[in-house]
């Protein structure tokens, strides 16, 4: 059947070919292996074709001909069309040839001004989750991500340091042109470019939306003239946990409860000896050593499966795909998360002077979401109760063993929890774009219109069933409840751009002038009922699990909505002179109905130098390319609530006998409006060594201004917001490369990246400080430090011995106010103002959440066939609050990690750092201090990847890989499993990143 249609189509082209009109040949690399997807233009007639999955191609065009051959990473060349050409393409020798994606439209790297960083599609598939943010870890310098395990939840990333206290730092995102404030309905395999605009000269064109950084995401499409092509890439893995967190045993746990002298702690050691019987190895122990993070933790599954077709005709190019990815969470319950994908892209030439093309993203996706407060229960579980306990008949609907039973005041057991919870949502999302580009002159004027809509609908249900533990820890049918939660977002973004072009001499400009529309829109609505005893509600038939099954009397709703719109327009103006000398200029000023101030103008300006194109520095060996960079711009943050509007509450009151009624007015007035961010950035780009060697490095100041604070009231005691503060991050960047080859079938590559940021409160209003957080665990805002510093007591040792205690004023004179507050294995603190009195005088700032460095780094190999790759991330310089350690402050009688138990203070000399078991549970020890804080330094294996390609003429070309994802990690941080904890530094039901190992897979027809 092949060579039937082979020579069919033959027969068509023969009279073509006889006449000249077609050109055939085959494109390659140096090394003789095909260019598939290469494009091949006529110079003359301006036909052109793409090369064939074997590196074939075929164009209309004359014997004669200039054809001109190009494919991205090779260097472009022209040849004179004649039969049966073989082209041979070399690799392009620098990548700053190539031509990246900016804000409405694109350019060459080696023109750029602004700090741009593009991350490789490949590169991103490497990682295998349903995230793909979650592949950008570690590859570029200044953007920070801090990823979490949950399924289906997104990671946290800020690109340059959080700039937003009111607001949020999340960047834009820009999927084909729409606005998108996430990406999680895309799969790795559908991106084409990834484009990270870090400052703001470079970001400024999208206005108000794009304070906290741009990330610009193309979607694969098709190719004009060329066969069709099928991909099938997919891999199956298993998740796993690592670095689980310790906490004590059975022993530990017993021996520290025997040493705290608590009489009720000792007497629930017996009674669980009681209860469940002796230790055959040490009858001073119940029969029972329950390790509660083995327990709660399983082996979960992942796996992703994604089909596409592309090609195209000479007038139409087009792509089509589906992705399918489930991922079952490791913490042992209904929690998992699976999304299906459809994508359609299509562009028409539909005139020489007309292209057209729409694209088509729709995704759906469910989620079981975990939770959360089991991971806090987990830590606190004494090991000396089993999950299950057959003689508690009372239980129900599982024989779940009770901590009170054995004398402790909390449950304990997690899984009453786990068992019966079951939270679902269901996330639908469409994304379209639909375009015309007019080519009004033929390479210097250009018109393109676009429209573009995005829309997510989510639809949570959760549902709180019943169980009996004991009479205190219980949920009656009348108890448990189900909350249906609908949210529609919408987003319309209309957008029009006229690009001039000019090149005359050694002058090339480009000016860009363009108007945009848009309009959001959100509305959420929820409704909330309980269950009723004797009703249709059946705890193990979810179809009955419905809201008209619940007690009307019961049922609560609310409902709210909001709609802003905005106008802009914008402007660009690129300059360039000799090919070394490049200016850079926009402008945007855009409206919206959301603040007071209706409009603001952001501006921003760059400026280039190619040195290494000066005369005086032709000569120098080995330097191939030296560019210097500036550009400033100005942002502004529309992510700001706005005002909350004024109430008045009816209040009644009894005066001389008679009932009043009154109104009781809101006090606070706030004035909220746009935040501006003030950038400079000043940027180094090096290629050495014939390229080999390719350094890019910058220095920013971002300048936060208008920031939004809270304001203490002048009248009663509501807080007020307003665009009263400021602040500043300021660091440098460094990013290198080396790619060299041992021969000409071994290559290597090594990449590192280095970002060090300083942030700092630069303003208050004149406050002298803003806490924030909890108050036994208290943040400050302070101008001269970072955002939400630790405040707390500092800790200079630990008491040895009664003579130590004795000998220190700050000890007598708590003593003095109660014997015995103060004890060997009791922290000694440090007195700050040296008054000899312990007092909230002498907190200091002890750290903060906010890492001062980032780094990231990867070295790949690739011999013939086979290819390995390895990349880490780390950080450091902040601190994380161990929240789960610090509950101790709230009730005692829980477990306590090993770290604790195996180097607590016993003795004189055993310790220095941690306190007795008796201090631990006693109110001087358990103020905010650095034995609740942890060192948030940390160094992770991201990714190893083993691959083989197996290509043939007559086979399709297959590729299989074996990856390990997150294997390996060090930390300082010995109390939990991930230093990775959200950028508010507060370990608490923080879900743990687990590693993976997968087998992929992939083949094109």
Same mark, same amino acid.
């Given at each position: ?12 082209? /023969?009279?073509?070919?006889?006449? #000249? !009109? +077609?050109?055939? @040949? ?5 090394? =003789?292996?095909? $260019? ?87 590169? /991103?598939?490497?990682?295998?989750? #349903? !995230? +793909?943010?979650? @592949? ?5 310098? =200044?953007?920070? $991500? ?860």
């Amino acid at each position: 059947m092949r060579n039937f249609i082979f020579s069919f189509l033959a027969l068509i082209l /023969l009279p073509a070919y006889m006449s #000249g !009109q +077609v050109i055939k @040949g085959k494109l390659q690399d140096e090394k =003789g292996l095909p $260019i598939p997807g290469a494009n091949i233009v006529s110079m003359e007639s301006k036909t052109s074709a793409t090369s064939d999955f074997d590196g074939n191609f075929s164009i209309k065009a004359k014997e004669n001909e200039t054809l001109e051959f190009s494919f991205i990473g090779y260097e472009s060349t022209t040849k004179k069309a004649t039969s049966n050409m073989k082209v041979v393409l070399k690799e392009s020798d620098t990548a700053l040839k190539e031509v990246v994606v900016i804000g409405y439209g694109t350019a060459k790297k080696i023109d750029l001004t602004s700090s741009i960083s593009t991350i490789k599609s490949e590169d /991103l598939q490497k990682t295998p989750a #349903g !995230q +793909v943010v979650q @592949g950008v870890q570690g590859k570029v310098a =200044g953007v920070q $991500i801090s990823s979490s395990g949950s399924p289906g939840d997104s990671p946290e990333i800020n690109i340059r340091g959080l700039h937003s206290l009111y607001g949020n730092s999340t960047p834009l995102y820009v999927v084909d042109g729409v606005f998108v404030d996430s990406i999680d309905f895309l799969n790795s395999s559908d991106i084409q470019d990834f484009t990270i605009l870090k400052d703001a000269s470079a970001s400024a064109i999208y206005g108000v939306r794009a304070a906290n950084g741009v990330i610009l995401i193309t979607t694969k499409g098709g190719k004009f003239n060329r066969k069709a092509r099928i991909t099938y890439t997919g891999y199956n893995g298993i998740q796993r946990a690592n670095n689980v967190l310790k906490m004590a045993n059975a022993e530990q746990f017993a021996n520290f409860a025997l040493e705290s002298g608590s009489a009720s702690e000792i007497a629930s050691v017996q009674s669980a000896i009681q209860r469940y019987g002796r230790s055959r190895t040490n009858p001073n122990l119940p029969d029972v050593n329950t390790d509660w993070y083995k327990e709660v933790l399983r082996d979960a599954s992942i796996q992703s499966h994604d089909l596409s077709v592309e090609g195209g005709t000479d007038d139409v190019a087009y792509a089509v795909g589906g992705n399918f990815f489930t991922q079952d969470g490791i913490l042992n319950m209904k929690n998992s998360y699976e999304r299906f994908n459809i994508r359609a892209k299509v562009d028409i030439k539909a005139k020489d002077w007309l292209k057209v093309g729409a694209n088509l993203i729709y995704s759906k996706s469910t989620k079981y979401d975990d939770e959360a407060s089991a991971w806090q229960q987990v830590y606190f579980a004494v090991p000396i109760l089993p999950v299950y306990d057959s003689s508690y008949t009372d239980a129900s609907p599982t024989p779940y063993a009770d901590a009170q039973a054995i004398g402790y005041r909390d449950h304990q057991n997690p899984f009453s929890l786990l068992d019966n919870s079951n939270k679902r949502g269901d996330r639908r999302r469409t994304i379209a774009n639909v375009y015309a580009d007019f080519s009004i002159l033929p390479q210097k004027l250009n018109f393109k219109t676009s429209l573009s809509y995005n829309s997510r609908n989510d639809n949570e249900r959760i549902v709180l069933l019943p169980y009996f533990a004991n009479s205190s820890y219980q949920r009656t049918t009348e108890q448990s409840s189900i909350e249906r939660n609908n949210l529609v977002y919408e987003n319309y973004i209309f957008d029009n751009a006229l690009t001039y072009t000019q090149k005359f001499g050694d002058h090339n400009f480009t000016a860009l002038g363009g108007f945009s529309f848009r309009d959001d829109s959100y509305s959420k609505t929820n409704i909330k009922g309980f269950f009723v005893n004797g009703g249709p509600f059946v705890r193990d038939k979810e179809q009955t699990w419905y809201l008209q099954n619940t007690d009307p009397t019961t049922r609560t709703s609310s409902d709210e909505g909001t709609r802003f719109y905005g106008s802009s327009y914008f402007g660009r103006l690129s300059y360039k002179f000799k090919n070394r000398y490049i200016a850079y200029a926009t402008i945007r000023n855009e409206g919206s109905n959301k603040y007071d101030q209706k409009y603001v103008t952001l501006p921003a300006v760059g400026l280039g130098w190619i040195a290494s194109e000066e005369s005086f520095l032709k000569g120098i060996k080995n330097l191939d390319l030296l560019k210097f960079r500036a550009g400033w711009g100005r942002l502004a943050n529309d992510a700001v609530p706005n005002s909350r509007p004024q109430s008045a509450v009816t209040a009644s009151t009894v005066f001389d006998n008679q009932l009043l009624t009154g109104f009781n007015f809101s006090t606070f007035s706030d004035k909220l409006s746009w935040e501006y961010t003030e950038e400079s950035n000043f940027g180094l780009s090096v290629e050495l060594f014939k390229n080999r060697l390719s350094i890019e490095a910058d220095y920013f100041v971002k300048d936060t201004k208008d920031l939004a604070i809270p304001v203490n009231p002048q009248v009663g005691s509501e807080v007020s917001y307003r665009n009263v503060g400021s602040l500043r991050n300021k660091g440098f960047e460094l990013t290198a490369t080396w790619k060299g080859k041992i021969n000409e079938n071994f290559g290597y590559n090594i990449s590192g990246n280095f970002s060090k940021i300083k942030n700092e409160v630069t303003s208050l209003n004149g406050q002298p400080f803003i806490d924030r957080g909890v108050a036994e665990f208290r943040q400050r805002l302070t101008v001269g430090q970072a955002i939400d510093e630790f405040l707390g007591w500092d800790i200079v040792g630990v008491y040895q011995n009664q003579a130590e205690v004795d000998a220190d004023p700050v000890a007598i004179a708590a003593n003095a106010g109660g014997a015995g507050t103060v004890k060997p294995g009791y922290f000694k603190y440090r007195d700050v103002d040296g008054n000899g009195v312990l007092d909230a005088n002498d907190r200091v700032f002890l750290g903060s959440p906010v890492p001062t460095f980032y780094y990231g780094g990867s070295i790949g190999l690739n011999y013939k066939n086979w290819d390995f790759s390895a990349t880490f991330y780390g950080q450091g310089g902040n601190v994380i609050l161990n929240r789960n350690r610090a509950e101790v402050i709230r009730t005692q009688g829980r477990n306590i990690d090993a770290d604790l138990a195996i180097n607590r203070w016993h003795g004189e000399g055993t310790s220095n750092d941690m306190p007795s078991s008796e201090g631990y549970r006693q109110s001087w020890n358990q103020r905010n201090s650095k034995f609740f804080l942890a060192d948030g330094d940390f160094l992770r294996v991201q990714n190893i990847q083993l691959g083989y390609n197996l290509r043939g003429s007559k086979i399709p070309e297959m590729r299989f890989t074996v990856t390990v994802d997150r294997p390996f990690l060090w930390t300082k941080a010995s109390n939990g499993f991930n230093p990775e904890v959200g950028f508010d530094g507060v370990d608490i039901d923080t879900y743990p990143t687990p590693s993976v190992f997968t087998l992929g897979y992939s083949v094109k027809f």
